[in-house]
C-alpha cells in the first residue's frame, strides 16, 4: 500500500508545533509517535488514531470512522477513519487533537519502555 502524501502531509503539518515527534514506517503507513507513544498513523485511504478508550463508542458514531479490528477483535481507544471524511484542516485537526489528548495518558508499548533508560 502506497501512501496518501497529501493526507501525510497534512498530518505532518498537524503535528509541526508538537515536541518529541518521530515517524516511523509501521503498518504499512507512517506512524507518529509523540513522546514514544504511537498517536496517529498514515495510509493510502485513511489515518488511525489512538484515542482515550472511555470516548471510543462515542467516536464510532461519527461519520467515517470504525473500530481497528486486528486477529479478529475490536481494539478499544484505536480507530479508523477514512481519508474522505477528512477534507478539512478542522475535521483532521479534530482527529489528531483526540490522540494527542489522550497521547499523555496512553502507556508506551513494553518495546518503548525497554529502551528507556533507568
Known amino acids: 500500500m502506497t501512501h496518501n502524501d497529501d493526507l501525510l502531509n497534512r498530518v505532518r503539518a498537524a503535528l509541526a508545533h508538537i515536541p518529541h515527534v518521530d515517524e516511523k514506517r509501521m503498518f504499512g503507513g507512517t506512524a507518529f509517535m509523540v513522546s514514544g ?3 496517529v ?3 493510502k485511504e485513511r489515518i488511525m488514531c489512538r484515542i482515550d478508550p472511555a ?10 470512522c470504525r473500530a481497528v479490528i486486528m486477529k479478529g477483535r475490536p481494539y478499544r481507544g484505536y480507530v479508523y477513519v477514512d481519508a474522505a471524511v477528512l477534507t478539512t484542516t ?3 485537526e479534530y482527529w489528531v487533537g483526540l490522540a494527542l489528548d489522550y497521547n499523555p495518558k496512553a502507556k508506551a508499548s513494553a518495546r518503548t519502555r525497554s529502551r528507556r533508560p533507568a
Do not use: P, Y
Open 37 to 39: 507513544k504511537m498517536c
Open 41 to 43: 498513523t498514515v495510509n
Open 55 to 64: 470516548f471510543h463508542n462515542a467516536a464510532l458514531e461519527r461519520t467515517g
Open 90 to 92: 478542522s475535521d483532521l
